[in-house]
């Protein structure tokens, strides 16, 4: 799956509040792109790396390590989830909720019947990312004020902007409409098993907002940008 | 010519003024640059040193011998230094005497910026050409691959001094892609000292760090030290060889030092990205920070210890992937007027 550092193009004016220098680039801790060599690299890639030699580089994050265990959408996830700096707190109900997902399939695939034991998934991280990338939303809505009154015209969305929304929409799902006295891992692999087969309610939202969009499609040529 | 004999006062005024002023005239500048030669004169005759090869160095320590200053602030100290380097350059009158501008874009009110975009642009118009030209003959189009990577562009900053105007976010994001756009094309060589006007070379191969070599132990097994800071942290690291991948932190095993999974993953980092987890042991010391700023101080000092046990090759990929850079982010300070170093205080309508 992408991660959201890899593809986001350089800036153009740099973040002001960064402490290093904007020349600074981003690491790259995977060990499989030190890996290649050098005829398998497209003409991009062979310029980033002649970059990179040149440029310095930026210190590597306390949640970014070359492990295998490490993905970038997990951390991404486990940061929104995070709340008052309480990391730790975070990282545990995500490892809970991967355990429970896994438990959960697991016990479907000793139940199923010969035939289907191959069509059930088992491996937690495919079930998330394919969770993530059926939430995403395809266009979005965004409010331009035109004589006084406010439309929603459809707008189309980054990649960063998609996936953003599918996170988000998926942890305020977990945090509202749950009982109370259920934990979060549990409403959290609940949610994203559902998502992952297209069902649930982050699949309705998602839906419910294409709608809007097809329906507001008149106004769409508000849009200048 | 007609006289002009009653005219408003703001008229006068306006001619006066100038848009942004000239605070300081030719005729004082260069009478400054005059009594500065003379004064350098004056002072290496007083030093008894040869006044034609008296350089800014010696003026700088013949200032701080004559008139020693205990003040703290190195720009309130006595200055002696040319005229050019102390007033500021700044804009002359941009109208003759009648009030009619020189430049023909006077009134668009960034007059150089614009004039640059219309030179910039008459330079791509040219390399296009150029390239048309070259597909008529059918000659053959030859890309030449240009250092990106050594090269920068000029920042706002500089932009702005090169311009002696103001220029906007917005002026200058269009302007660098206007010259990107420049370099891009096929036929850009042609332009080339145009385009070098606006780059700046960036100092390649930053300070060549040399790696220690291995030093031996009584029992004859290979070590090495390394130093690593992270906020307030600061750690040593001995990384030892044919290990098992014991790990002690302050006399402590790191199960018991570091109970956070994710602490023990940055430790193991560089291990684990050179791929020689079970290879080594390693004795840290930490003192000052948190538990995310030890963790953080102890994978960097490893990281250095382990450049002695590898090729220069790896050391460079260590370099890329981020192991070997001190990571410069600290707690900001608490500003006056508000709560801490963002948050302002709760806005009370009265």
């Known amino acids: 799956c992408h991660s959201p550092a890899s593809l986001a193009p350089r800036r153009i004016m740099p973040v002001r509040w960064s402490r290093y220098n904007p020349s600074y680039l981003e690491p790259e801790a995977k060990k499989e792109s030190y890996q290649k060599p050098l005829e398998e690299l497209t003409e991009e890639e062979r310029e980033q790396m002649e970059l990179k030699a040149v440029r310095p580089i930026k210190a590597a994050p306390p949640s970014l390590s070359s492990s295998v265990f490490s993905d970038p959408m997990i951390s991404k996830f486990t940061n929104m989830m995070m709340k008052s700096g309480n990391k730790v707190l975070a990282r545990s109900l995500m490892s809970q909720t991967l355990e429970l997902i896994k438990r959960k399939q697991v016990e479907k695939y000793h139940k199923a019947p010969e035939k289907e034991k191959e069509t059930i998934e088992c491996n937690p991280y495919v079930i998330f990312h394919q969770a993530l990338k059926n939430c995403q939303p395809i266009i979005g809505l965004s409010s331009i004020t035109r004589g006084g009154k406010t439309y929603q015209v459809p707008v189309p969305l980054t990649d960063n902007r998609r996936r953003f929304l599918a996170m988000k929409w998926l942890i305020t799902e977990c945090r509202e409409h749950k009982h109370r006295r259920t934990m979060m891992p549990e409403k959290l692999s609940q949610e994203l098993l559902l998502a992952f087969n297209n069902e649930g309610p982050v699949i309705k939202r998602k839906h419910v907002l294409h709608k809007m969009a097809e329906a507001n499609r008149a106004y769409a040529h508000f849009r200048w940008w | 010519t007609l006289r002009q004999i009653c005219t408003t006062t703001a008229v006068q005024r306006k001619n006066v003024g100038a848009s942004g002023p000239e605070k300081y005239t030719e005729a004082f500048i260069k009478k400054q640059i005059e009594e500065f030669n003379l004064g350098k004169r004056h002072l290496a005759n007083m030093m008894g040193e040869d006044p034609e090869t008296f350089t800014q160095e010696d003026i700088d ?6 008139f020693p200053s205990g003040l703290f602030d190195k720009q309130a100290r006595p200055l002696m230094k040319h005229p050019t380097e102390v007033f500021p350059e700044q804009r002359k009158i941009q109208w003759g005497e009648d009030g009619r501008p020189f430049h023909f874009l006077f009134y668009t009110g960034k007059q150089s910026y614009y004039s640059l975009m219309h030179e910039t642009y008459e330079k791509l118009l040219n390399v296009q050409k150029h390239q048309d030209q070259l597909i008529d003959q059918d000659l053959p189009v030859q890309k030449e691959k240009g250092n990106l990577a050594g090269s920068r562009w000029l920042t706002k900053i500089e932009l702005e001094e090169m311009l002696l105007e103001k220029v906007s976010d917005d002026d200058y994001s269009r302007f660098i892609q206007l010259l990107q756009k420049l370099v891009s094309l096929p036929c850009a060589d042609i332009e080339e000292e145009y385009i070098q006007k606006f780059s700046k070379e960036v100092p390649l191969q930053l300070q060549k760090v040399v790696i220690e070599p291995l030093q031996y132990d009584e029992r004859g097994v290979a070590f090495s030290t390394g130093e690593g800071k992270r906020k307030t942290a600061r750690a040593t690291a001995v990384v030892y060889d044919n290990g098992t991948g014991k790990i002690t932190v302050n006399g402590i095993d790191i199960l018991h030092y570091f109970p956070v999974l994710q602490d023990r993953e940055q430790l193991l980092f560089p291990f684990q990205f050179l791929g020689r987890i079970g290879k080594h042991d390693m004795v840290c ?3 000052g920070g948190g538990r995310s700023a030890q963790a953080g101080a102890i ?24 192991l070997l850079t001190v990571d410069p982010r600290v707690k900001e300070r608490k500003k006056p007027g508000q709560e801490g170093p963002r948050r302002k205080f709760t806005w009370k309508k009265r």
């Open chain 2, 299 to 322: 994978r960097l000092a490893s990281a250095k210890a382990l450049r002695s046990f590898v090729t220069e090759k790896e050391v460079e990929f260590m370099r890329q992937a981020g």
């Open chain 2, 285 to 287: 010391t930490v003192s």
């Open chain 2, 61 to 66: 320590r013949a200032i701080a011998y004559l």
